[in-house]
């Protein structure tokens, strides 16, 4: 028996106070509403961002070449996770999206997720490679999960030549993630990839996903971003695209492509934060710049940090 969750229910509703207005959320069904008519002072703006990613452990049994994870065995703790969510929602946080490496081998992931959807109003995602989704976890997660993203890099061969796992073995799991929740597909863009979007959007779409969110290549390690004319490639296959999922793309490679933002007022760490498996508060999971969280208050690290990068502009 499926347990459901009532979108009507005082706790799955966010406001959150921001430049463009008032933003309300509801994080069961996803919808979104601006009240731009309603001016909020900057003395109640949301201190949060809007959106905060948590690697909960650099464990991942695979070795995909374009990871930016560090490979290390580094986890947080369960008790400064729950501390952090709690001081987010308050704020005016909206969602936080569980990442890794891989999050389903956290120890703690279900009782995470549950403690999430319980305690706090933030919408609760994750990003996984889908590999251990199998019945006995979808049970324990459905319900405490509002939105998955399922890493498909290419399909068929190409998958197998990049994650090293079985392709039908991932679109067989696919039934388990739609059991949990809405879910939609990542798809790191490299001029090996490129040419089986089309086939990644029509597997993705008959399995049941929403969403396409494409992540341009960047630099990790020994791989180099994604080359100017695969982005102009990418760019042609985004104007002429008119299939059945939402496409969305990385704010960091957003320029030149044809994006629709209504918050544009609320860019960088006032949109986004990453908190990585060693407890560093940083701009995005890329970045190099970041303030350790230790036992001190989130908001405090992140005003740190905005000091630090206004700082480093100078």
Not at 28 to 33: K, Q
Not at 193 to 205: G, Q
Not at 236 to 256: F, H, M, Q
Not at 274 to 282: E, F, N, T
Request: glycine share 8%; charged share 25%; hydrophobic share 40%.
């Amino acid at each position: 028996m499926k347990a459901s969750m009532d979108s009507h229910q005082p706790d799955t509703w966010q406001l959150r106070g921001g430049p463009a207005g008032l933003h309300i959320f509801n994080r069961n069904t996803g919808l979104n509403v601006l009240v731009d008519e309603i001016p909020v002072p900057s003395s109640l703006h949301s201190r949060a961002p809007r959106q905060v990613s948590i690697a909960l452990t650099n464990r991942c049994d695979l070795a995909c070449v374009h990871c930016y994870a560090p490979k290390s065995r580094d986890e947080l703790r369960f008790d400064a996770i729950t501390r952090w969510l709690a001081e987010l929602d308050a704020n005016g946080c909206l969602g936080i999206g569980f990442g890794g490496g891989e999050p389903t081998l956290y120890p703690e992931f279900a009782r995470l997720c549950q403690h999430a959807a319980r305690e706090t109003r933030l919408s609760v995602s994750f990003t996984t490679h889908g590999h251990h989704i199998d019945r006995e976890l979808a049970e324990r997660l459905r319900g405490t999960v509002n939105f998955i993203r399922v890493s498909m890099d290419g399909v068929g061969a190409t998958y197998e030549s990049i994650r090293r796992k079985s392709f039908p073995e991932l679109i067989a799991n696919l039934d388990n993630v739609r059991d949990i929740s809405r879910f939609g597909v990542n798809v790191v863009i490299n001029k090996r990839t490129l040419p089986d979007l089309d086939e990644v959007v029509r597997i993705a779409a008959d399995a049941g996903a929403c969403e396409l969110l494409l992540l341009p290549q960047m630099p990790v390690r020994n791989v180099q971003a994604i080359p100017e004319d695969a982005l102009q490639d990418l760019c042609r296959w985004v104007n002429a695209y008119k299939g059945p999922l939402t496409l969305c793309i990385n704010e960091a490679s957003a320029d030149g492509f044809p994006i629709c933002d209504p918050l544009a007022g609320e860019r960088g760490l006032r949109a986004y934060a990453h908190i990585d498996a060693m407890g560093v508060l940083k701009p995005s999971s890329y970045s190099k710049t970041g303030v350790q969280l230790g036992e001190g208050s989130v908001l405090q690290v992140l005003d740190q940090l905005a000091d630090e990068l206004v700082e480093n502009d100078r």
